[in-house]
């Protein structure tokens, strides 16, 4: 199974479910850039101050914010793989992760796109009601994705690392999806 993987896709996709689950069977290291900054904001520390405004009205932290927290992580990362979950999110952290993956000889082995329509995304977050699970801030994330996250889509789809799974369905059945096409 391929074990260097980067989830990507809209809020709601499932991203975090998914990259758990996968995690958890496999022993791979699940780096949700998401959860690295809930931590911060948690704890109060400066750079969670920061962040915390713009991740409640559904903006993202700047590049430099997340590189910051990404490069110390990614010097941890080895053993039976990594998952990178919501990170690389612009095309200028996308191209700031590639000397720090060559430098650690462990290339990207592919990059899931998980899609699923915008109504069935909402319904799912409002159902969560993380701090920035309302439905204002759900639409401009989902805005924020289409311009800023999105370009990746073509960007991995070049290299030829893009591998699209339907995200709608049970947890169990999209786990089982992506499975079967790390194998
Ligand atoms: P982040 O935490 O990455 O949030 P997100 O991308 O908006 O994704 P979500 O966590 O909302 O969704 P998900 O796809 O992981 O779905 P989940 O599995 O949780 O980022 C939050 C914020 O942090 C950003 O807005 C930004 O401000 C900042 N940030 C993070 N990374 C950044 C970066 N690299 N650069 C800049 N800023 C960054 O599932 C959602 C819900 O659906 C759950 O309740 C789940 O139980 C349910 N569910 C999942 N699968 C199913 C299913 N098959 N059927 C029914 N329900 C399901």
């Not at 690389?88 to 590639?98: F, G, K």
């Not at 290299?159 to 999209?174: N, Y």
């Amino acid at each position: 199974m391929k074990t260097r993987l980067l989830f990507l896709g809209p809020p709601g996709a499932g991203k975090g479910t998914q990259a758990a689950l996968l995690c958890e069977s496999s022993g791979m290291k699940h780096l949700s850039t998401g959860d690295l900054l809930r931590g911060e904001v948690a704890a109060g520390t400066e750079l969670g101050k920061e962040a915390e405004a713009l991740m409640n009205r559904g903006e993202l932290v700047s590049d430099a914010l997340v590189l910051a927290i990404v490069e110390s992580q990614m010097k941890s990362l080895g053993g039976p793989g990594w998952l990178l979950d919501g990170f690389p999110r612009t095309v200028p952290q996308a191209e700031a992760l590639e000397p720090l993956l060559a430098e650690l000889q462990q290339p990207i082995e592919a990059v899931i796109l998980l899609e699923l329509d915008d109504a069935v995304l909402i319904e799912r977050l409002l159902g969560r009601g993380r701090a920035d699970d309302n439905e204002a801030v759900i639409r401009n994330r989902l805005v924020v994705y289409r311009e800023k996250t999105a370009p990746l889509i073509k960007f991995y789809r070049d290299k030829g690392l893009l591998i699209s799974v339907p995200a709608h369905g049970s947890v169990e059945a999209i786990t089982q999806q992506i499975r079967e096409v790390l194998s």
